[in-house]
């Protein structure tokens, strides 16, 4: 019999595509693009704003709809982060995110995508991506003993 | 410029909806820093389901390449070794800081997390003061 266990696996392939399609069409797999918006100053390129202004509304608005509801579609309870808390870690690494982005001019998903279409820069980086979340892991279980 | 402004606008939409799916269906967000670095260990019953989502963003660039190749074309002038450096430190700075673009950047903010939009204004204006350094550093 089909479980939602099953479900979720097909739900989350399919998102993965659209998501994928969503990336392509807005630009965010063009690192030329990536840079021309974080690089102020003349010449400055403003579109890559817009992907978060067409994503936001569309993803907000169903999120108040759905978050009164008891359950997701295909699973029994909410996995969404409820911690509010600022954090040192919460601040570093996401600055540590920001400089790479600059320096490379991809994001974890874009790389993903770019690297399924063979671009040689995006294999690099997704490679050297589970690099980095390896040592995060090492660097954990160190700073722990 | 107004197409681009456009492409943005509709593909981003595009990513909203997808979110907004996960959501619905899975009940969680969609983080791609999170669920890749899931794929790293193996925990029973959380796993599957990052393995499909990973191999969709994937095989949606494969499909995406062969029809559309000028959406991958990179015209920077990062060198491999740079790219590589990059790599690393999303990786790593990712996971200490629990998200990326999609997260914190898309997710988060669309329900106000007060995490999230710490964290998307700290790597935008980063982001932002590491590429115009760079351009007078390495020239572009």
Sequence with gaps: ?145 | MMQSILMALAGGALIGVAASLMLLFNGRVTGISGITNGLLSYVKGDYLWRFAFVLGLILGGVVLGATHPEMFVNTTNRTSVMVAIAGVIVGFGTVLGSGCTSGHGVCGISRLSPRSLIATGVFMVVGMLAATVLKFVIGA
Excluded: N
């Excluded at chain 1, 739900?11 to 965010?28: D, E, N």
């Excluded at chain 1, 100053?41 to 994503?55: I, Y």
């Design chain 1, 1 to 145: 019999m089909f479980q939602h266990k099953h479900f979720q696996v097909i739900a989350a392939f399919s998102v993965g595509l659209i998501f994928s399609l969503g990336l392509g069409i807005s630009g965010m797999t063009q690192p030329q693009k990536v840079i021309g918006f974080l690089q102020l100053g003349e010449g400055w390129d403003p579109s890559l704003m817009f992907v978060m202004m067409g994503a936001i509304p569309v993803h907000a608005l169903v999120y108040y709809f759905v978050r009164g509801k008891k359950t997701p579609l295909f699973d029994s309870k909410w996995h969404v982060p409820t911690s509010r808390e600022i954090t040192k870690p919460l601040v570093i690494g996401s600055a540590l995110f920001g400089f790479g982005w600059a320096l490379g001019g991809f994001c974890p998903g874009p790389a993903l995508t770019s690297a399924g279409a063979g671009a040689p820069s995006a294999v690099i980086f997704v490679i050297f991506m589970f690099v980095g979340m390896i040592l995060r892991r090492v660097y954990q279980r160190f700073s722990k003993s």
